[in-house]
């Protein structure tokens, strides 16, 4: 059983439950699971790897991101959609998404699983709902296990378009017996249920505007009767998306997710922006998760959601950086910086939501939102997923008497290190798992050939 110490960290924050910040902290790691959690005088001093921090790091758990689009990497900034809202933007995007490959998608996968690695993220779900040309989840599977990334497969899904009173082309929707049949074949195919797994399935219907109600009933009998298998889809994104409710079903979000049984301590939905004040309360009494995308719903000007509120209702909340044509990055650790002063900004309350309040989010929360209780904290028997940020760092000048605070009040380009499930990923500012600048020339070529008739 191979061994890993981590000693001499300037700073160790544990986000446990004591929330535990241990000055001159150690970690000691066997067989890619945290052992011992401690200072650097009370931990052993011998190890098969021994990473020596010198004082001049924090050390926190990886970060998890609860909802993203990997695929949008290859349509950043694009110019007929840099001003628009959601469901324009998705309307503009959505004859250029048909371009899309199975090469293209495992490109783009990589570079969105690279760009959040860099960040600090540790454990990803990624959101994919479309399948044009030869594309599969399985591309997409196979192109991140190979980052090193700790992901959650979601298995999105539409099944209706325009001709049926939905938003997407017809050329996007599936069969929902296929998309049945589909999201079983990839839970018995790939879905480890196991403590620290480093891949999971989630069935995943697209969104209201998207999908049937039938569908909606069928996934969720789906998902439950496999052990661990979770429930996610949008809801509650922006105005348009309750009067699209309001309209076809005739219920506000959190009704039409209540009648479908979409509510419950499997289920997580992304943004929730427009969530109203009774189905707060109803998701906090259910443990039904939300993902917060506070950059993506700033750029479609779709509002800022009342996470203050949320967890003041018991809430579990975790970050998402959405997908990477609305933020238009994949950056989570400024994702968190984000959420702290949206809060602020909505509520017109400094202290609305503090930096240790954010980063628990974008921790213990995120972990709670995909229903793990292995990673999200640095303890003895928790995966050794972990960050290290180097203190001495410009952005960091005048800030080391609060450094957790920093993370957020300060800006973190990138990480120094990264552990996940023990093995070291990004090594003093690299990343170890991909040839990064031959990546970067590929998808660059993938972006430009699929937006080159728009």
């Known amino acids: 059983m191979a061994t890993l110490l981590v000693n001499n960290i300037h700073t160790l924050a544990t986000f446990d439950d004591e929330q535990r910040e241990i000055r001159q902290g150690a970690l000691f790691v066997r067989d890619n699971v945290i052992e011992r959690v401690g200072t650097t005088d009370e931990l052993p001093n011998t190890a098969d790897e021994i990473l020596d921090l010198d004082d001049r790091h924090l050390v926190l758990p990886g970060l998890v991101n609860t909802h993203h689009h990997f695929f949008q990497t290859l349509t950043r900034a694009v110019p007929l959609a840099q001003n628009q809202e959601l469901f324009r933007w998705l309307q503009r995007l959505y004859p250029i998404w048909s371009n899309l490959t199975a090469d293209s998608l495992q490109?783009?996968?990589?570079?969105?699983?690279?760009?959040?690695?860099?960040?600090?993220?540790?454990?990803?779900?990624?959101?994919?709902?479309?399948?044009?040309?030869?594309?599969?989840?399985?591309?997409?599977?196979?192109?991140?296990?190979?980052?090193?990334?700790?992901?959650?497969?979601?298995?999105?899904?539409?099944?209706?378009?325009e001709s049926n009173g939905g938003l997407p082309p017809d050329e996007f929707v599936e069969s929902e017996a296929f998309i049945l049949k589909d999201s079983q074949r990839l839970i018995?195919?790939?879905?480890?249920?196991?403590?620290?797994?480093?891949?999971?399935?989630?069935?995943?219907?697209?969104?209201?505007?998207?999908?049937?109600?039938?569908?909606?009933?069928?996934?969720?009998?789906?998902?439950?009767?496999?052990?661990?298998?979770?429930l996610h889809t949008h809801l509650a994104e922006n105005v348009s998306d309750?009067?699209?409710?309001?309209?076809?079903?005739?219920?506000?979000?959190?009704e039409y997710a209540e009648s479908l049984g979409w509510l419950g301590d499997d289920v997580w939905h992304a943004h929730c922006v427009k969530l109203s004040d009774r189905f707060i309360d109803r998701f906090g009494s259910t443990g039904t998760g939300v993902a917060h995308c506070p950059c993506s719903n700033m750029r479609l000007a779709s509002g800022i959601a009342p996470i203050r509120q949320m967890l003041n209702h018991n809430v579990p909340v975790g970050l998402g950086v959405d997908g990477s044509a609305s933020n238009d990055g994949s950056h989570l650790m400024e994702e968190a910086r984000l959420a702290m002063l949206a809060a602020r900004v909505r509520d017109e309350d400094p202290g609305a939501l503090t930096a240790r309040d954010a980063l628990l989010i974008a921790t213990r929360g995120g972990?709670?939102?995909?229903?793990?209780?292995?990673?999200?904290?640095?303890?003895?028997?928790?995966?050794?997923?972990?960050?290290?940020?180097?203190?001495?760092?410009?952005?960091?000048?005048?800030?080391?008497?609060?450094?957790?605070?920093?993370?957020?009040?300060?800006?973190?380009?990138?990480?120094?290190?990264?552990?996940?499930?023990?093995?070291?990923?990004?090594?003093?500012?690299?990343?170890?798992?991909?040839d990064l600048p031959k990546l970067l020339e590929a998808h660059n070529r993938a972006a430009l050939t699929l937006v080159k008739d728009y």
């Open 107 to 161: 490109i783009a996968a990589q570079i969105a699983a690279a760009e959040l690695i860099l960040s600090g993220c540790t454990t990803a779900s990624d959101h994919h709902y479309i399948y044009p040309n030869d594309c599969t989840l399985d591309d997409e599977i196979q192109a991140v296990q190979e980052t090193g990334l700790r992901f959650h497969a979601s298995r999105g899904s539409m099944s209706i378009g």
């Open 242 to 254: 309750i009067e699209y409710s309001l309209e076809k079903f005739g219920q506000i979000p959190g």
């Open 367 to 434: 972990a709670k939102v995909l229903g793990r209780d292995d990673i999200g904290v640095l303890a003895p028997g928790m995966a050794a997923d972990f960050i290290a940020i180097n203190l001495d760092r410009l952005s960091f000048a005048g800030a080391l008497h609060d450094p957790v605070a920093a993370l957020l009040f300060c800006h973190v380009d990138k990480v120094d290190y990264s552990f996940i499930n023990g093995r070291r990923v990004v090594d003093q500012g690299r990343l170890t798992t991909l």
């Open 188 to 230: 018995e195919q790939y879905h480890d249920n196991d403590r620290y797994a480093m891949l999971r399935v989630v069935v995943a219907p697209c969104s209201p505007f998207a999908v049937s109600q039938d569908l909606m009933r069928e996934s969720a009998a789906l998902a439950r009767s496999y052990p661990g298998i979770r």
